[in-house]
């Protein structure tokens, strides 16, 4: 597909640093980029910086920038790229990204430049997924995994189980010359064999589906109880175990802020940690309408109890509430007397956030509940994935049917040329445009 446009957008998250980046990429991008610099670069050297200034239609300085030029083939998006580092301040990007505008370029989509190195063929489309991935990674393991796979390190799993199924496939039409009597139980099941063992493959990639949902997404966790229980004494004490990530969710208040918490490679996305931070609020102190509405939309229920105190009727509606639920009972303050009638909890773990009681058990219990995850793992990334796999899978299990039952050698083939096609939908070789639009527009512009 060739790409005429060329394509322009501020390439660094907007604020105030030190250095900003706007990014062109397309025909024209050198071109437009000296229409508003102070320097040939048309005749520029590839790769090298180039120090100068940008000016306005009126000749005024905009800013003084370095500019790289990275011309088509050897660029992120095989095209013309050229980079345009000024300094980092809202003002001065709108401006010089104004400027591209005017001279020629136009606002770049969510995700085109990768969109670009997609169909360019410098990325498959797992790898161009895997940059998203390597930019939200929330933890040291998200990242690894990330990283294996902008490596083509899954595309090259997923080609090899492809290789497999086309060897059988190669083998079958062989054998489709001669009448089926004639093939012999041996071949049957050496093929039968080789089609179980590319099942088995593919399934490792779907048994990890949770794992990488929770990688990349995190684990999202509940920390409920009444108000005074430890709510958010508990949240300060995860946050500092390790660093806490906080998100700011575009087009949201700062009410809905997003915080992760990273527990042993884990990510838990606390749920309404504004909810819980503001609880000496007296509006806030309406303990269970929170932890309701928090409970229901949470995977994990972090289920908070004051053990210095006897049991109140709002615990025994906490008790309830996550009855049947993945929780942890967390029996809070162990450093003091202990009141609470312990009989009246199953599965719990006392815990003094004071003197650290119980949080290592704490902590490998959480790990546990999300499943083992390390970054050697094979993963689905999301839901499409997931279906195209689960599919393949289908078709192989029909293909070892059908060649069970000696119906004809050519409807296995059928079969696998079908789970072969499902396939390279996965690493985009073979994939609409609709589905690589829906890809493309969760990235953000500049990307
Ligand atoms: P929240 O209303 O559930 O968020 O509860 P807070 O976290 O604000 O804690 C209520 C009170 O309990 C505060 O005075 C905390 O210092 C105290 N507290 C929390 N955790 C512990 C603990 O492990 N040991 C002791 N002794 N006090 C704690």
Redesign the pocket.
């Known amino acids: 597909m060739k790409t005429e446009d060329t394509i322009s957008a501020i390439a660094t998250a907007l604020g105030t640093a030190g250095v900003g980046i706007i990014r062109m990429s397309g025909e024209n991008s050198i071109a437009i980029a000296e229409k508003i610099f102070d320097r040939p670069l048309q005749t520029a050297p590839d790769r090298k910086i180039i120090f100068g200034h940008i000016k306005n239609p009126a000749g005024e300085i905009v800013d003084e920038v370095l500019i790289l030029i990275m011309r088509a083939p050897k660029s992120y998006t095989r095209e013309n790229v050229v980079e345009i580092q000024c300094h980092g301040g809202v003002e001065v990007l709108r401006e010089i990204l104004s400027l591209t505008f005017k001279a020629g370029a136009r606002p770049a989509e969510r995700g085109e430049f990768t969109k670009r190195a997609f169909l360019n063929g410098r990325l498959d489309l797992s790898q161009a997924q895997a940059v998203l991935d390597v930019i939200q990674a929330k933890t040291a393991t998200a990242l690894s995994v990330a990283q294996n796979q902008l490596a083509g390190k899954t595309s090259k799993k997923i080609r090899a189980i492809r290789t497999e199924i086309l060897n059988v496939l190669a083998h079958i039409e062989a054998l489709i010359d001669f009448p089926e009597d004639d093939i012999d139980d041996a071949v049957t099941s050496e093929l039968d064999a080789k089609i179980l063992a590319q099942i088995d493959a593919v399934k490792i990639f779907l048994a990890n589906q949770r794992s990488g949902r929770i990688l990349r997404e995190g684990l999202e966790t509940a920390i409920i ?12 004490f995860l946050a500092e175990t390790d660093r806490a990530i906080v998100t700011d969710i575009p087009g949201t208040t700062r009410d809905s802020i997003e915080e992760f918490v990273n527990i042993r490679g884990v990510p838990l996305k606390i749920i309404d940690t504004a909810g ?2 503001s ?2 609020n007296p509006v806030e102190q309406i ?1 269970i309408e929170r932890a309701k509405d928090c409970a229901g939309r949470a995977e994990l229920i972090l289920a ?1 109890f ?1 053990s ?1 105190r006897e049991i109140s009727a709002e615990d025994l509606e906490i008790l309830r509430l996550i009855e049947g639920r993945s929780a942890i009972i967390l029996l ?5 007397t202990q009141v609470i009638d312990t009989a009246r909890f199953e599965n719990f773990i006392a ?5 650290g009681a119980g949080v290592e058990k704490f902590l490998d219990t959480i790990a546990e509940k999300a499943g083992a995850v390390n970054a050697e793992m094979n993963f689905v990334r999301d839901e499409r994935e997931a279906d195209l796999l689960r599919r393949a899978v289908e078709n192989l299990e029909e293909a070892r049917a059908t060649l069970s039952k000696n119906i004809g050698i050519d409807f296995v083939a059928i079969d696998l040329r079908a789970a072969l096609e499902l396939l390279s939908e996965l690493t985009g070789e073979s994939v609409t445009e609709d589905v690589i639009n829906e890809i493309f527009s969760k990235f953000c512009i500049g990307k």
């Not at 109880?225 to 300060?236: I, R, T």
């Not at 809070?332 to 003091?336: E, G, I, N, R, V």
């Open positions: 109880g009444k108000p005074n229980v430890g709510k958010s004494s508990l949240l300060n819980i931070r609880s000496d303990g908070l004051d210095s809070t303050k162990a450093d003091l815990i003094s956030v004071k003197t």
